[in-house]
């Protein structure tokens, strides 16, 4: 049995060179510092864990999408995101859009990741592995929420606004968790429409 999938390398390698580029081309030193804490944790755990489980080879990449959207938002701060501004501008919006598209991405790419570790790691009923990943995506995004708030008006006041990114928006936060747990819901609905036609067919 092969230690490593080769696509995996390549998935290892690819973030590496986004995660590079976010950091030599950061404008903000210090938030790229913060923003990246949970970013090392997550890989922490995912190198410290592989050994007594493995995702799919789907969800790793599904995994790598997200990290990279992260990190390239931690290159500019998400508030001064370059590609949010394009988007900014050809949308017509009122604001830069790339902190939403990342929250919204959080719960529609790590779904499947989230039920593969209900459904084969922690041996879940079908049922429950299919749903909580939703309960745990907006679990996981009010937890976020107060992780910021205590980032940002705590432990590092001095860099509290340029990582917020609120951009002015009184209701940001909760904004932030409404789009994580509806990419969430459309992953999960996407999932039971699939499975329900392989049981048709």
């Known amino acids: 049995m092969k230690l490593i999938n080769n696509k995996l390398l390549l998935f290892i390698l690819f973030f590496g060179i986004v995660w590079l580029n976010s950091f030599i081309g950061t404008n903000d030193y210090a938030n790229w510092w913060i923003e990246n804490i949970l970013t090392f944790i997550t890989l922490i755990v995912l190198v410290l864990t592989y050994r007594y489980f493995r995702f799919s080879i789907k969800s790793y990449f599904l995994i790598t999408l997200f990290l990279c959207l992260h990190v390239y938002g931690s290159k500019y701060t998400y508030a001064e995101n370059v590609f949010g501004y394009g988007l900014k501008d050809v949308l017509q919006l009122s604001r830069n859009p790339y902190d939403r598209i990342v929250h919204f991405s959080f719960g529609f790419l790590l779904y499947l990741p989230l039920k593969e570790l209900f459904k084969n790691g922690l041996k879940y009923p079908f049922h429950l592995s299919v749903s909580l990943p939703v309960v745990m995506v907006l679990a996981l995004s009010g937890g976020f929420e107060i992780l910021e708030w205590l980032i940002a008006d705590i432990f590092f006041k001095a860099h509290g606004e340029s990582y917020?990114?609120?951009?002015?928006?009184?209701?940001?936060?909760?904004?932030?968790?409404?789009?994580?747990?509806?990419?969430?819901?459309?992953s999960f609905f996407l999932f039971y429409k699939m499975n329900s036609v392989k049981k048709t067919d």
């Open 164 to 186: 917020l990114g609120t951009q002015g928006d009184v209701w940001d936060a909760q904004k932030d968790m409404a789009l994580a747990f509806l990419g969430s819901a459309i």
